[in-house]
């Protein structure tokens, strides 16, 4: 495995030179949970801002069905899930990335547990736009619509007992006990790292963290 940095750096000439169907180049940085796509699509901005570029970065999981909608339909438990999701208003939102002057999104705010509408913004003298996401490489209804949007696509590959340690870590960073967290992981996280893998589109390239 790679340090965020070290793959950074060997894709950064890759997606510039990737073309552009708008005016904004939209790269997409794919992988399941706890797969490091956050550190990944930070660094991989702060880098393209050294070449010139102005990049930003798009979180999917801002994109999370509200808490009570979940429960009303019984998926709660299976917060991250794709149908825990709301795929048509990301779809609406990527398709308007590469065309769109001014575009704002929506941002998770994990400690709350809740997304915060309006609170992300792609200016409009953004170049290139960084989308990162458990499902942008999802091979399902509505999610395998997306790929024509890529103008470069990352997948990213962890063995998953790295994955598992890491989402037990993650829910422990939360107060949860031991055996809280690695329920959380394994009846849930670990579910959703399965899909990813099982159901997956074509990247341009592959990378692990």
């Avoid at 429960?71 to 709660?76: C, T, Y």
């Avoid at 170049?127 to 509505?142: C, H, I, Q, R, S």
């Avoid at 949860?176 to 074509?202: F, I, K, P, Y």
């Amino acid at each position: 495995m790679s340090t965020p940095n070290e793959i950074a750096e060997a894709l950064l000439e890759e997606i510039l030179a990737a073309p552009r169907t708008g005016h904004r180049k939209v790269v997409a940085v794919a992988g399941p949970p706890a797969s490091g796509k956050s550190t990944l699509s930070e660094v991989l901005a702060e880098q393209l801002t050294t070449k010139g570029c102005n990049a930003t970065v798009v979180p999917m999981d801002g994109f999370h069905l509200d808490n009570r909608i979940l429960q009303a339909r019984g998926l709660l438990g299976r917060k991250g899930a794709p149908e825990t999701f709301d795929i048509g208003g990301f779809l609406r939102l990527v398709t308007a990335l590469p065309t769109s002057d001014t575009v704002y999104f929506p941002i998770f705010d994990r400690e709350r547990d809740i997304a915060i509408a309006g609170a992300g913004l792609v200016s409009d003298d953004c170049d290139t736009v960084v989308v990162e996401g458990n499902y942008l490489l999802f091979d399902a209804p509505e999610w395998r619509d997306l790929r024509k949007y890529w103008n470069f696509a990352v997948q990213l590959d962890v063995p998953i007992s790295v994955l598992r340690q890491r989402l037990i870590d993650r829910w422990l960073s939360y107060g949860l006990t031991l055996g809280q967290a690695t329920a959380r992981a394994e009846t849930n996280d670990l579910r959703n790292v399965e899909l990813v893998a099982s159901q997956r589109l074509e990247a341009d390239t592959t990378a692990s963290t």
